[in-house]
Antibody
Framework: QVQLVESGGGVVQPGRSLRLSCTAS????????MHWVRQAPGKGLEWVAV????????KYADSVKGRFTISRDNSKNTLYLQIDSLRVDDTAVYYC??????????????WGLGTLVAVSS | EIVMTQSPATVSVSPGERVTLSCRTS??????LAWYQQKPGQAPRLLIH???TRATGIPARFSGSGSGTEFTLTISSLQFEDFAVYFC?????????FGQGTRLEIK
């Protein structure tokens, strides 16, 4: 069965950096685009970024462009999100999510349990 | 950027009743719309994609309809496990966008 397990969250001071990881299993990771979606406490869902199946094509939400970098290592079945210059409003649960196709930009069919990033001084 | 508007924000319904949730988009997304269910402390779960196609394992009491800018999710006979928050999402254009959610409460 498809499993997505996020890690790397925690409490971080504003301005610092963090790298989130998502380890995938139960499917051929290199055949699918992968996304990060976040949810601030008590709020709705916000799409963050996508990395296509081969790692070459990436898209970002305007709210994170220039500070977040999505990447993947298909040999390790792992998706990453590098977050720089963290802000208080980056506080959220970050979900690793699978796209059903290799070329991203569709509905999101499998979600991890999420990892909490809390930005606070 | 496509703006998503869900209504109502909260709805109270009794088990066994039928409920219809609405999602409107600021421009046409054709049928590129999905619905998700989220229970407290859990990740969202895909219910419907392509406006009306149930995802794998989703019960037949969930149905989606609509195209263009107006969409609905109908739950035909509410079960206790259906009380949750429901989000719609468009994937017709970048950036992907979600509605703000409708909370379905027990009456």
């Amino acid at each position: 069965q498809v499993q997505l397990v996020e890690s790397g969250g925690g409490v971080v001071q504003p301005g610092r950096s963090l790298r989130l990881s998502c380890t995938a299993s139960g499917f051929t990771f290199s055949d699918y685009s992968m996304h990060w979606v976040r949810q601030a406490p008590g709020k709705g869902l916000e799409w963050v970024a996508v990395n296509w199946y081969n790692g070459d094509n990436k898209k970002y939400a305007d709210s994170v462009k220039g500070r977040f970098t999505i990447s993947r290592d298909n040999s390790k079945n792992t998706l990453y999100l590098q977050i720089d210059s963290l802000r208080v409003d980056d506080t959220a649960v970050y979900y690793c999510v699978r796209d059903p196709l290799a070329v991203g930009g569709h509905y999101l069919d499998y979600w991890g349990l999420g990892t909490l990033v809390a930005v606070s001084s | 950027e496509i703006v998503m508007t869900q209504s109502p924000a909260t709805v109270s319904v009794s088990p066994g009743e039928r409920v219809t949730l609405s999602c409107r988009t600021s421009q046409s997304v054709e049928s590129d719309l999905a619905w998700y269910q989220q229970k407290p402390g859990q990740a969202p779960r895909l219910l419907i994609h392509d406006a009306s196609t149930r995802a794998t394992g989703i019960p037949a009491r969930f149905s989606g309809s609509g195209s263009g800018t107006e969409f609905t999710l109908t739950i035909s006979s509410l079960q206790f496990e259906d009380f949750a928050v429901y989000f719609c999402q468009q994937y017709d254009d970048w950036p992907l966008a979600f509605g703000q959610g409708t909370r379905l409460e027990i009456k």
